[in-house]
T-cell receptor, first 117, second 114 residues
Framework: NAGVTQTPKFQVLKTGQSMTLQCAQD?????MYWYRQDPGMGLRLIYYSASEGTTDKGEVPNGYNVSRLNKREFSLRLESAAPSQTSVYFC???????WGFGNQPQHFGDGTRLSIL | AQKVTQAQTEISVVEKEDVTLDCVYETRDTTYYLFWYKQPPSGELVFLIR??????QNEISGRYSWNFQKSTSSFNFTITASQVVDSAVYFCALKMNRDDKIIFGKGTRLHILP
């Protein structure tokens, strides 16, 4: 029962370095999401993908890029990491369809704890 | 604009007490969905319940119950006879039918004291 798998679980970067967070789901879900969680801020949506080949900005997209490589995989890239991007990042997926059933819950990965020095 | 407010940042209760977590939402849409998620100290996010805007029936699942009231735009979560294992951060979330984004509240950290 893999569900949503995120790699890596932990990462420390220096300011200016780049890296890609990987996310894969094995539930054949259409929609995938990237969130960041900061103390006192809850979960804030960075980017999401309603279906393979589409991506849309969320609440806090600046400094990030995403790729929906295929239906299973949705990666998040930091091109030039900044200390403000220190956070816990969660990937999620759901069976939502834009014009269909919108009430499916999201399934979350275990998170990636990212520190930018 | 859509918004989810969890006014209680942190709550502490003694084990076996009942506790209610408040959630107030804002939306002009007529079709929307509400969710509660639990994040235990281990960090993962666990789905608890979803509710459709056209279904105002309250729901009970074991010690958990949810009170959905459209008149007050609230979707409150009650834990009866709390246990230490209920200690976690609880998030309320809102999704409109017309798009795929889910808006989360800032969460309520619940401490159940032995």
């Amino acid at each position: 029962n893999a569900g949503v798998t995120q790699t890596p679980k932990f990462q420390v970067l220096k300011t200016g370095q780049s890296m890609t967070l990987q996310c894969a789901q094995d539930m054949n879900h259409n929609s995938m999401y990237w969130y960041r969680q900061d103390p006192g801020m809850g979960l804030r949506l960075i980017y999401y993908s309603a279906s393979e080949g589409t991506t849309d900005k969320g609440e806090v997209p600046n400094g990030y890029n995403v790729s929906r490589l295929n239906k299973r995989e949705f990666s998040l890239r930091l091109e030039s990491a900044a200390p403000s991007q220190t956070s816990v990042y969660f990937c999620a997926s759901s069976e939502d369809e834009r014009w269909g059933f919108g009430n499916q819950p999201q399934h979350f990965g275990d998170g990636t704890r990212l520190s930018i020095l | 604009a859509q918004k989810v407010t969890q006014a209680q940042t942190e709550i502490s209760v003694v084990e076996k007490e009942d506790v209610t977590l408040d959630c107030v939402y804002e939306t002009r849409d007529t079709t929307y969905y509400l969710f509660w998620y639990k994040q235990p100290p281990s960090g993962e996010l666990v789905f608890l319940i979803r509710r459709n805007s056209f279904d105002e029936q309250n729901e009970i699942s074991g010690r958990y119950s949810w009170n959905f009231q459209k008149s007050t735009s609230s979707f409150n979560f009650t834990i009866t006879a709390s246990q230490v294992v209920d200690s976690a951060v609880y998030f309320c979330a809102l999704k409109m039918n017309r798009d795929d984004k889910i808006i989360f509240g800032k969460g309520t950290r619940l401490h159940i004291l032995p």
